[in-house]
């Protein structure tokens, strides 16, 4: 009879060895970044309901992280402009690994893993050429093997299409420089787009009208049927055209907007964006102005209008989202929004579905 041993040493040879689920982090919902009281920096795993799992600490200031399809890995980036990006086992807290970025770029603050999850990309900046770089890791051991054209300047956030290696970028369209700190170099030339690249190559572009091309592209959603949502950020002056857009490839993109006087408290600035699961609203979190803007993505009309200070990431859950703020976690449900504000974190930009 085949003992247990025998029978794992049989797996190994044909290379089907049992690994590691997100399981064995606690099976979180959701990874995110913050602060705690004392002031120190953590990447935390949060179930369905926002309460911690895991919290594993960062050596400086947080923005995204990306999770691994399969094992329970991820990796949390520097805000921007940063240099450094953690690969963190998060079942056992130990860093895998340090990823730097390369002579003359930084990170931009996200990540995406390729359908199998043998490969990372990273969006990076150029920064001196200004022209933005999408890195290319082995996922296995975390080596930079390769990397191509952003398809634009200022890559932000990057999100792969479901059931492929299609990725989709956010190019910004905004040139910095470390030595520069945040500040923006190129406004009055910024030019965003939205990229869809496969194979290194731009298969589908999309550009934004010339009269809003200081309207930053930022951040993104991806919905089961491919459709990608965008949420930007206005460099101009005066009330901002619309901030957050709908593309599918193959058709022009749409744009939707609530009444001035609600528009405006958008203050000009999405900080994260989110679609529902079935694709019918969307959801974009403004933290300058302290308000979540829901839409129906069929008609284009405003649901829900949710005031929360200093919010800021949010994601998916099976019948709305699930928000965070400064303050805590709550959903955006009316009948359920209360803030939980007994963690001691102060929750960072995005709100990460595992």
């Known amino acids: 009879m085949a003992t247990r041993r025998t029978f794992l040493k049989g797996l190994a040879a044909a290379g089907l060895t049992p690994h590691a689920t997100w399981a064995a982090a606690g099976g979180p919902a959701f990874l995110t970044a913050g602060m705690e009281t004392g002031g120190s920096y953590v990447l935390c795993g949060l179930d369905i309901n926002g309460e911690i799992i895991f919290r594993l600490p960062l050596p400086d200031r947080g923005h995204a992280a990306a999770a691994h399809p399969r094992r329970p ?13 953690m690969v963190l086992d998060c079942g ?18 996200h990540g995406e893993f390729s359908k199998d999850g043998e490969t990372l990309y990273t969006t990076e900046n150029g920064f001196q050429t200004g022209v933005g770089y999408i890195g290319v890791w082995d996922a296995r051991d975390y080596r930079r093997i390769g990397e191509f054209s952003s398809g634009g300047i200022g890559p ?23 030595d520069s700190g945040r500040t923006k170099l190129n406004l009055p030339t910024m030019k965003p787009n939205l990229s869809y ?4 190559q731009i298969r589908d572009q999309v550009e934004l009208l010339s009269d809003w091309h200081k309207n930053s592209i930022r951040h993104l959603a991806v919905a089961e049927d491919g459709m990608v949502a ?27 907007c609530a009444a001035d006087e609600i528009h ?28 979540v803007q829901i839409f129906a ?16 990431g949010i994601a998916t859950l099976e019948e709305s989202f699930a928000i965070t703020s400064g303050n805590g ?26």
């Open 197 to 200: 690249v496969s194979d290194g």
């Open 264 to 291: 405006e408290e958008m203050q000009g600035y999405v900080g994260s964006i989110a679609l529902s699961k079935s694709g019918d609203a969307v959801a974009a979190t403004s933290p300058r102005g302290g308000v």
């Open 297 to 312: 993505t069929r008609t284009g009309n405003l649901v829900d209008n949710l005031r929360e200070k200093d919010v800021g």
């Open 73 to 85: 890995e991820a990796v949390a980036f520097a805000r921007r402009p940063g240099t450094f990006a």
């Open 92 to 109: 056992n807290g130990v860093v895998k690994a340090m990823l730097e970025a390369p002579s003359g770029r930084h990170f931009y603050g």
């Open 156 to 178: 932000h956030d990057i999100k792969r299409l479901p059931g492929s290696d299609m990725l989709v970028v956010a190019n910004g369209g905004i040139d910095t420089h470390p």
């Open 329 to 354: 976690i709550f959903r955006s449900s009316n009948e359920d929004h209360k803030t939980n504000i007994s963690q001691g974190v102060a929750w960072d930009n995005h709100l990460i579905s595992v």
């Open 230 to 256: 965008f949420g930007m950020q206005w460099e101009g002056e005066g009330l901002s055209p619309p901030l957050i857009g709908l593309h599918q490839i193959g058709s022009e993109p749409r744009f939707l």
